[in-house]
């Protein structure tokens, strides 16, 4: 009886240390997360095979696993840049990003974890004061956010190949100008505006003078040809018509012919 403690110390330090060693040689790959393997005896990272997929694995207590976010990713950036004529311009964009899958332990492997902070906000920052240089305030104020976001994502892919991150958009929530720069820009939208919309009323009211011209001149031919189409004679029949038409009225009515020298009638009523 004296015996069994002295064998229980050690069946239970042993199972100490088994559980230790099952917890150690176990890990649990997170919904999208990827896990790259270090092997600390047998060449450290591995980079020539897959990472390890979502869900729970065996790994050797003495190695290591690093776990790493592989679903789309977003980047806030806040940036101070230059404009073609050296004006201030404050940009605020998204990156939508992710680590290539496959490449996961060559990332780790040159890149390592902060590889957001060391490889792709100073790549999109770079892209950025590229393409903004390229343009006027006027042109970033305007129209030219959407061709901004397309050269910034095409900049920033380019600095980016071969870098085993991939980039899927670019989006420029705002460009902002300094207050003095944005009123006289505002001014002279206006100021175009109301031009646009004077020359407008002005060819308006070309064309309305035009239309009155061509319809009074059309007027005028049909005159012209309708008084030389009046012959005493067509007027003299269009009489006798409508002292025909008059004569058959139910109104009383005094018909004296031969009134006046072209012969017409006279007809008076009965009042």
């Given at each position: ?53 979502e869900g729970f694995h065996f790994v050797a207590p003495w190695n290591s696993v690093f776990v790493y976010e592989a679903r789309q990713q977003s980047l806030e950036e806040k940036m101070q840049v230059l404009s073609s004529n050296g004006l201030e311009i404050r940009l605020d964009a998204s990156t ?176």
């Amino acid at each position: 009886m004296e015996r069994l403690p002295k064998i229980a110390l050690p069946i239970v330090f042993i199972g100490i240390v088994v559980v230790i060693l099952i917890f150690k040689s176990t890990v649990t790959i997170g919904s999208g997360e990827a896990g790259v393997l270090y092997k600390t005896f047998d060449g450290g990272v591995v980079d020539d095979e897959p990472p390890l997929s979502e869900g729970f694995h065996f790994v050797a207590p003495w190695n290591s696993v690093f776990v790493y976010e592989a679903r789309q990713q977003s980047l806030e950036e806040k940036m101070q840049v230059l404009s073609s004529n050296g004006l201030e311009i404050r940009l605020d964009a998204s990156t939508w990003f992710q680590p290539k899958y496959a490449d996961l332990g060559k990332l780790h492997k040159e890149k390592g974890e902060k590889y957001i902070e060391r490889l792709l906000k100073p790549a999109v920052r770079s892209a950025a004061r590229a393409v903004v240089g390229r343009y006027s305030p006027e042109q970033l104020y305007a129209s030219k956010r959407e061709a901004i976001q397309n050269e910034i994502l095409e900049e920033t892919q380019i600095l980016l190949k071969d870098q085993y991150v991939q980039v899927n958009e670019v989006l420029v929530r705002d460009v902002s100008l300094p207050t003095t720069i944005k009123d006289a820009i505002e001014r002279k939208l206006r100021q175009e505006q109301e031009s646009l919309e004077y020359e407008f009323r002005l060819t308006k009211a070309t064309k309305e003078a035009e239309r009155q011209k061509i319809e009074a001149e059309g007027k005028a031919r049909a005159n012209s040809i309708l008084s030389q189409s009046l012959t005493d004679k067509v007027l003299q029949e269009k009489g006798i018509q409508a002292t025909i038409e008059l004569s058959k009225s139910n109104n009383a009515k005094t018909v004296i012919i031969g009134n006046s020298d072209n012969g017409m009638p006279l007809i008076l009523g009965d009042n």
